[in-house]
């Protein structure tokens, strides 16, 4: 049978002393639990989701993130149109994430309960009274590119037409066009297409395709040749067309397409202006600045199309 051996009062003491840092562990390990527990609490309260999609939930959550600003002030910039701090990607994001107007509308009945939403529905509380919020930002987006687009779109129209006016006004150009009538009424006597009075602008490419019997030379050789002999000024005609060549390489297919879209956006705004209209929300500036904003569009977008 082993004896029992006492400790003495100084080993005591001494396992003691060694065993003192061990008091510093008890406060760290709190740290790590609250920050568990907070962990746990950020977790819980995106799980419990009362309206929104967890995955729209989550694209709204990051896009609050990179502005990292009150939920009231993002209202009151959309409020108010305030062009100075919204930006262009800013409202694409938005609206590329914005919730639907149903599911704004359900948020706005959580509003007494704002503090236990998780972020992106506390945001959807926030914009939930925003009339007519995703129509209002489309709105807004075209007011923001609506500059952008008219000077996309100017130096093509201007340069087409100045081109037209200058083939208009060439003296020498019209001349050749005469000079290819001519001709061509020439070698049509006898068929229906004989005595013309005009002929379409694309025949012009034809007369590099209409050889002569022996296949050495072209209609475009002869005409060059009696201007050359007989019309030496016709020759200059192209220092009249200063702006065709590069009226030549504007799309009219695009063009004509980018202006109705602008005409359409504007109708939309036309619209939204009448319906717009919050007399009892001093904050709602939209129909003020808007409608500032839709005169000088109609009159800049009438300019153009009259070019």
Known sequence: MTAE??????????????????????????????????????????????????????????????FRM??????????????????EPMIQNLVKHLPEQEQLNALAKYKNEYASL??????????????????????????????????????????????????????????LLELVLLMGNFMNAGSRNAQSFGFDLSSLCKLKDTKSADQKSTLLHFLAEVCEEKYPDVL??????????????????????SLRQMEKQLLQLEKDLDTFSSPNDQQDLFHSKMAISFALSVHLESQISAL
């Open 70 to 87: 009150p939920y009231e002030e993002i209202r009151r910039m959309i409020m108010e149109v305030d062009e100075e701090q919204l930006t």
């Open 236 to 257: 200059r005609f192209v220092d009249d067309l200063q702006h065709v060549d590069r009226a030549s390489r504007v799309s009219a297919e695009n063009l004509e397409k």
């Open 118 to 175: 998780s972020e992106p529905e506390q945001f959807g509380v926030v914009m939930s009274d925003v009339k007519r919020l995703r129509p209002r930002l489309n709105s807004i987006l075209f007011k923001l590119q609506f500059e952008e687009q008219v000077s996309h779109l100017r130096p093509d129209i201007l340069a087409v037409n100045a081109a037209c006016d200058e083939v208009r006004k060439s003296k020498a150009f019209s001349k």
């Open 5 to 66: 051996l006492p400790l003495s009062p100084a080993i005591w003491l001494l396992v003691c002393e060694e065993s003192e840092p061990a008091e510093e562990l008890p406060a760290s390990i709190r740290r790590d639990e609250e920050e568990l527990e907070e962990k746990k609490s950020v977790k819980k309260r995106i799980k419990e989701l009362k309206v929104l999609d967890p995955k729209i939930a989550q694209n709204l959550s990051i896009f609050l993130g990179s």
